[in-house]
């Protein structure tokens, strides 16, 4: 799962019928240095997310992609590679310092 | 398959109803010369995995779907505890300050000249 802010909704006038339903977030995957900033700012290529759970605009979610995005839908199938499996509440991310320094002493 | 290091966590409330009791750890896939690459990601661990440590990631979604169901929507599951890598003629570069800094628990805060920008 891939972490991504919510930036708006996509609304279609024709949609393939295993996609009725669904609500479809477009979503911009946030890179690591932003998500340690906690700036708001995404930084990886947008996509189409299919949703169910009505993430608000600005909202960090957890992205599944791949053929596992369609398991919300068994048994039925859905034509998604993309789906919001969580909407992030709390997380903490401190990589490690990349300096080599105090940082591992006395461990 | 690949090797990720676990920089932290995550909780949701909101979230598909096969992961109510799953905990979340963010990791970052390592490259063979211990860099990072990518964007974080959210891992799926019922190992114990600590904080720093190395682990190894499975991208196969069946190990997901046997522990929480047909219906889960996750793939990326912590599947071991990365103990050492040998690669002939080097050393893996991550392991070194992982194995120094011990598997902490992710209860346990890193001290402040860990975290990066601290004063």
């Known amino acids: 799962m891939r972490l991504g802010i919510v930036r708006g909704q996509v609304v279609l006038s024709l949609a393939a019928p295993a996609l009725v339903g669904t609500t479809l977030l477009l979503v911009e995957p946030v890179n690591a240095e932003n998500l340690e900033a ?4 995404g930084g990886g290529r947008s996509l189409v997310v299919a949703d169910h759970l009505s993430p608000g605009e600005g909202a960090l979610i957890g992205i599944v992609e791949g053929a596992e995005a369609a398991n919300a839908y068994y048994p ?4 998604v590679d993309a789906y919001c499996a969580l909407v992030v509440r709390d997380y903490e991310f401190r990589p490690p310092t990349t300096k080599s320094g105090p940082g591992t002493e006395g461990h | 398959m690949f090797l990720a290091r676990i920089d932290g966590q995550l909780t949701s409330t909101r979230k598909h109803t096969t992961l109510a009791a799953v905990r979340f750890l963010l990791a970052q896939r390592l490259e063979a010369d211990g860099r990072t690459s990518g964007e974080p990601l959210v891992v799926l661990d019922r ?5 720093g440590s190395t682990v190894l990631v499975s991208t196969d979604g ?31 570069p991550v392991l ?9 628990p992710l209860t346990q805060a890193l001290k402040p000249s860990q ?5």
């Open chain 2, 115 to 119: 975290v990066r920008g601290a004063a």
């Open chain 2, 47 to 51: 190992l114990g995995a600590g904080w």
């Open chain 1, 76 to 79: 039925g199938t859905a034509p």
């Open chain 1, 38 to 41: 906690r700036n708001s700012n």
């Open chain 2, 96 to 104: 070194k300050p992982v194995l120094a800094a011990g598997n902490r």
């Open chain 2, 62 to 92: 069946n190990l997901a779907r046997e522990w929480l169901g047909k219906t889960v929507p996750a793939r990326l599951v912590v599947v071991g505890l990365v103990d050492s890598v040998y690669m002939p003629g080097r050393r893996h």
